[in-house]
């Protein structure tokens, strides 16, 4: 492969500060254990964890409900049934004890917002934890931008700078072999947020995201690999929908691992990329975008910080992640490479001799 030389006058080492710092041990020991607890969840709670009540009707009747809140906020009870059901009695200890551990959980996400870890909003959790219960993500369906980006950096156990992002990016290679789900949308309807499809600019083409209404600005995109460097309309018949096709899309998703997604509503599995190809697929993508867009300095913030920690925490991943870039990006990560010395800090030196060995 061509060697690209990164210009001298790019390489700012000795005034550089780290992009990101390492948690305490014993804070990534608690992580470790949330992320047990979230592997061990077969369902998430959509709002609240709530509380079981007991009523009585007219008759003098007493019944359990389930009070909790959705992800608007919006107050419900479920009816649960009456003591005289043994299955009943037996459902309500089940829910007695998944509500103590969401409570024990939540208690210790708190801990690691205090700590600067990555956390999520509510609707965002929502919304992920649907995707989750429909077994979506073991199935093979990605979380990628900037809410990975988060949770790769809490995995790596390193803090950087808050990321702001209403956006939720689901993307999938190949079709997931998911037997009778509902429809995307329809998901996404059950956390009780009003999501719409966000009409396509051309009217000719199908929606590609789905919106909250109103001033809301959170949306889900939904991604697959484009076959080119365009971004065509792309049906995902298993989902009822249909995707917008990104460049590269296919070498990022082509290797992943699962993580735990933290929010001070719950805890929830979620794949993500492995954080080298998330690294190296933001330079390429740098390169792709409008150059008048603020997106591109945020790509290379995101590779920098990633890099930074995986050279010292993974020696060899980066260059793993270079050896496998498609011929035809190349030449976007050689451009890209240039504008990463604005973010990479002084021990940075190992960085720039995997890109240009590598590339």
Known sequence: MPVYHIPQEFILWDTM?????PHEKALTLLFAELEATATEQREAFLGT??????????????FWVHRYSDAVGRRHETYLGTNEDQAVIARLESLRKRIEEANATIARVRVLARARFATVDRKTYSTLATLHNHGLFRAGAVLIGSHAFGAL???LGVKTVPYATEDVDIARSEALALPEIPALIDMLRETGIEFFEVPALNHHQHPT??????????KVDLLVPSPGEGYPTIPVPELKAHARGLPYLR????DSQE???LSPHGVILVRVPVPERYAIHKLIVSQLRS???????????QAATLIEALIERFPGAIEDALTAVPKSAGRHVRRAAAGLARYLPAAAETTWEALKSHV
């Open 17 to 21: 500060a780290a992009l990101a710092s």
């Open 291 to 301: 150059k008048s867009s603020s997106k591109p300095g945020k790509d290379l913030r």
């Open 49 to 62: 964890p709530g509380n079981l009540t007991q009523r009585a009707n007219e008759s003098g009747t007493k």
């Open 251 to 254: 070498y990022l998703l082509a």
């Open 259 to 261: 993580v735990p997604v």
């Open 153 to 155: 950096l809490n995995a």
């Open 209 to 218: 995201s789905f919106k909250e209404g109103g001033r809301s600005r959170l």
